[in-house]
């Protein structure tokens, strides 16, 4: 028995999140904080054929290394022997990860959404860099079954196909008799030559998650927490557990294996290398040189007459800035796509923070002239930040399906699929499962989940429950109260995002898990556009715009009753008999503005040129009226307020929204000049402005931004303010380039 903690190594190599839906009680980042708290070496991520909550923990060891934490994170995922029994398998190097990642998707892919089928035979082959824990099928009171001959042959199994990197791993829970239960275990791991290693088969980061784990089986198994019998835990052990305590338990050479085992894993997620696809180069040519000769092309067709030197600069940098990056496969990726819907007449418009560039007007990615935006290409594709640009591209509504096929033709489906969105219990989604869990009536159930909103914060709920006459002080209403709360943010399932192709040089499945969508067709990876931003993947964004339908048939009739070739570059600049109609607010059935909202705005701000409706567009959103920037910047633009600017610095920054923070490229720019950021700090933030409604993740920037500005000589009443308006701006604020190219669309359909 030790003394203390500090000697007693242990690394914990079976922990199930809330990525195995309806089942582990924590999220991915909490498993890993937690575990880094209680010293621990290493855990293993394993969830069931499942990797999709891996990047999540990756991110977290990121954040616990800042705060001085050092915890080594094991990928690794469990599957379901034919006999009841468990396998896990921990990915030591990139093959082995490679090779789970392919296992995954093959029992993925042959069953329905949401489900896998795997034959023991699938474990034989193509798992030589893996390393394997076998978890004998547990009995109905919490300890391990008998240790039958059925045990020994799996044992067997296992050792002859994982020969040196196999272990049987128990799990100690406080069951029943374990004395005799874990000597019968070590019987039959000695009888097939397994080593035996120690794990907690975690399923929740803390005891407290207990009650919430049995409401998920509940809702699982569709029945109420009294029905739930031995299907629910049968204690509260299924924690992350001090190192301590676990010396108690186990013999220390137990703890000491999993350390060892721990220790032959050295793969990391950062080892991962992406590569673009090469069907966009032709043969014999760099994709520099390829990207250079379609731009040049486009220039001459764009402008006939030659450039000005400006422009020109402007291209030379824009395209240096890409080769450093080595980015060119992306542009010219995108260009393809592109291409392909304009010989088939699918009217596509680009937007995001790298299609407003002149590169992207040169190659027809988009139709803002560069010379009407004043956008800086820096933005969003800068040297300090290894991740890939951003271009979304919408098309035609009835026409998208043709691109999307398109896609997988060109690729293959083993190279490219649709990232995946996760989707979260929400207010209503939680009520409705937690409260059929306890045994509510449908009726008031129905009642509750009626009368929140989906905004609703969860601190508001306890109001709500008041308000339909639900007691406070009533134990299951407070249980209620008290799961929902835990509830809300955690994974249902996984759908496919609305259009956000990976597309990639080698087969995506050695990369990430592939599985079926729901719809036919269709098959999707296992993580979402926040994990592939995290891990540099490229995304391209194929969505469905019905106003481009309209557009294009309202050009086909010009065409054909005046016999013109008119494109929507061809419709012609700053019309003022258009800005007159728009002013007016007569703009019923024009893009982005005919909600009452912006027509109620639209006589204030009277948008005279194409930069008042980048502003128009931008300013109606949540993130600017919570941030409280709509009436000031009214009143300056009217003359009623001074326009002032905090430093000369931020003049710059904000001069051309006269002095207040509009866009979410602005917000960056004010943390970089204001408060010190680094351009890869300020991403950070940007990151956060998505993230921090989800699960609250803006707090921790918030020193640090109110820090730098007040060591900066701003006063705090300011920082406090671009703070809250910051905020504001993670309730959807908008990006500049995004505004610009439906600022074009505005205009076109006005």
């Known amino acids: 028995m030790h003394s203390n903690n500090t000697d007693i190594g242990y690394a914990e190599l079976v922990c199930t999140s809330n990525f195995t839906f309806l089942n582990g009680a924590s999220h991915p980042q909490e498993l890993v904080a937690h575990a880094a708290e209680l010293g621990y070496y290493a855990i293993a991520l394993t969830d069931e054929c499942s990797l999709a909550g891996i990047v999540r923990a990756f991110e977290e060891t990121r954040r616990c290394k800042q705060n001085g934490q050092d915890i080594k994170l094991i990928s690794g995922s469990l599957f379901r022997l034919e006999n009841g029994s468990r396998l896990v398998l921990l990915a030591q190097d990139t093959t082995a990860y490679a090779q789970l990642c392919t296992l995954i998707t093959r029992g993925r892919r042959n069953a329905p959404k949401g489900s896998y089928v795997l034959v023991d035979e699938a474990f034989e082959n193509n798992l030589d860099h893996c390393l394997a824990l076998w978890l004998p099928e547990t009995g109905k009171n919490g300890t391990e079954a008998d240790g039958s001959e059925v045990d020994v042959l799996t044992a067997h199994w296992v050792a002859s196909h994982f020969p040196g990197r196999s272990w049987l791993a128990v799990s100690l829970c406080l069951g029943f008799d374990e004395g005799s239960h874990l000597a019968r275990l070590i019987g039959t791991a000695k009888a097939a030559g397994l080593p035996v290693t120690a794990c907690g088969d975690v399923q929740m980061h803390t005891r407290s998650r207990r009650m919430l784990h049995d409401v998920l089986t509940a809702i699982r198994h569709g029945c109420t927490l009294p029905e739930l019998g031995y299907r629910a835990l049968p204690c509260g052990e299924r924690h992350l557990r001090s190192r301590h305590h676990l010396a108690t338990l186990y013999r220390q050479e137990l703890l000491d294996e999993s350390v060892n085992i721990a220790k032959r894993c050295s793969f990391n997620l950062d080892q991962l290398r992406y590569r673009y696809p090469r069907e966009v180069v032709p043969q014999g040519i760099s994709s520099a040189a390829h990207l250079r000769d379609l731009t040049e092309a486009g220039i001459r067709q764009r402008w006939p007459a030659g450039i000005n030197t400006e422009l020109r600069q402007q291209i030379e940098h824009e395209l240096s800035l890409i080769s450093d990056l080595h980015y060119e496969s992306y542009f010219l990726t995108v260009h393809d796509i592109v291409q392909f819907a304009r010989n088939r007449d699918i009217l596509c418009q680009g937007r995001g923070s790298a299609a407003n560039s002149a590169v992207c007007y040169c190659l027809g990615i988009t139709e803002v002239d560069p010379a ?34 398109y896609i997988y033709r060109k690729y293959g489906r083993e190279r490219a ?79 496919q995002h609305v259009g956000g192709f990976v597309i990639s040089e080698n087969t995506l499945a050695s990369l990430v898990p592939v599985e079926n969508a729901s719809m036919a067709d269709r098959t999707v990876i296992q993580w979402d556009k926040d994990d592939l931003e995290t891990l540099g993947l490229l995304k391209v964004d194929c969505l469905a715009l019905g106003m481009l339908t309209a557009i294009h048939r309202c050009l086909d009739l010009i065409n054909d009753f005046y016999k013109t070739g008119m494109d929507l570059a061809d419709v012609p600049a700053e019309d003022i008999e258009t800005y007159e109609m728009i002013q007016k607010a007569d703009t019923i059935g024009v893009f982005q503005i005919e909600s009452r909202a912006q027509m109620a705005m639209l006589p204030r701000l009277k948008p005279a040129c194409f930069y008042d409706l980048v502003i128009e567009v931008a300013i109606v959103r949540p993130g600017p009226i919570q941030g409280n920037m709509v009436h000031p910047y009214l009143q300056r633009r009217r003359g009623i307020e001074p326009v002032i600017y905090p430093s000369d ?52 920037m918030r020193k640090r931004l109110i820090d730098g500005m007040l060591e900066r000589g701003y006063q705090l009443s300011f920082a406090e303010q671009i703070f809250e308006q910051v905020k504001g701006f993670g309730e959807y604020g908008f990006p500049e380039s995004h505004a610009a190219s439906f600022a074009l669309l505005v205009y076109v359909s006005a």
């Open 372 to 405: 009407r935006m004043n956008m800086l290409f820096e933005r969003f594709i800068s040297r300090e930040r290894d991740e890939p640009p951003d271009i979304d591209v919408d098309f035609e509504h009835e026409r998208r399906e043709e691109v999307i096929q």
């Open 417 to 495: 699929a649709l990232a995946a969105t996760v989707i979260s219990y929400r207010p209503r989604s939680a009520i409705r499962d937690v409260g059929k869990a306890l045994g509510f009536s449908p009726g008031q159930v129905d009642r509750l989940a009626r009368n929140m909103s989906w905004w609703d914060e969860p601190e508001r709920f306890a109001q709500r429950l008041a308000e339909q006459g639900f007691k406070a002080d009533n134990l299951k209403v407070r249980q209620l109260l008290y799961l929902v709360q835990n509830l809300i943010g955690f994974p249902r399932h996984l759908s």
């Open 649 to 700: 610095a931020l003049r710059k920054v904000l001069q051309r929204t006269l002095g207040v923070p509009i866009f979410q490229e602005q917000v960056m720019q004010i943390a970089m000049v204001a408060a010190g950021f680094s351009g890869s700090e300020a991403d950070a933030l940007r990151r956060s402005m998505a993230a921090w409604a989800r699960r609250g993740g803006m707090e921790h």
